[in-house]
């Protein structure tokens, strides 16, 4: 089974809409991320959580939210979509070294018509 | 976090040539990771630098960190068909924003058969 694990992984919604996507992992980590990635911009970064109590936001946080309900799962919701939200998101884990490797789920493509 | 360019943006290269992608920032990097990310794929942790001057080899893959810390690259010898993708360099931030990555744009690499 995937360490890093998220649904759906495809979503097709539209303009409005509330979507919310779940991330879930088995590798014990404290520190967990969601990154939006679209074509010829790498992987930005949206909000990241040390642990259940910790939320931060990243460098392109507005028109998201996210919870943190559990040390494995991490969520990631749009409250109402819009089109220039399109774009595959990524959630990644590490644990409490400084500068350790991240682990990333498979990505959730999101696309909002 | 830090802000980097990576270039090229695109590389294609016949089977057996070298290939190269350069990341460069104007600030120090206390440390810079690359990871690589396969055609509808999720980003895959290949490697971390710290030291000035540091470099390190994976096989056909070698990385190195820029005696002044403002620059890295990645050099892949004779590549392969399983070379393709695109290879992204993210550095860490320094101090309390050691955790964050901030992702270089990437260089998206083609292998002609």
Redesign the interface.
Known sequence: DADVTQTPRNRITKTGKRIMLECSQTKGHDRMYWYRQDPGLGLRLIYYSFDVKDINKGEISDGYSVSRQAQAKFSLSLESAIPNQTALYFCATSDLSPFNEQFFGPGTRLTVL | ?QQVM?IP?YQHVQEGEDFTTYCNSSTTL??I?WYKQRPG?????LI?L?KSGEVKKQKRLTFQFGEAKKNSSLHITATQTTDVGTY?CAP?GSGAG?????????TKLSVIP
Do not use: D, R
């Open positions: 976090g990576q943006q206390s440390n990771q794929g999720h980003p895959v942790f971390q710290v992204f860490a050691s955790y964050q990555l901030t992702f270089g744009k990437g």
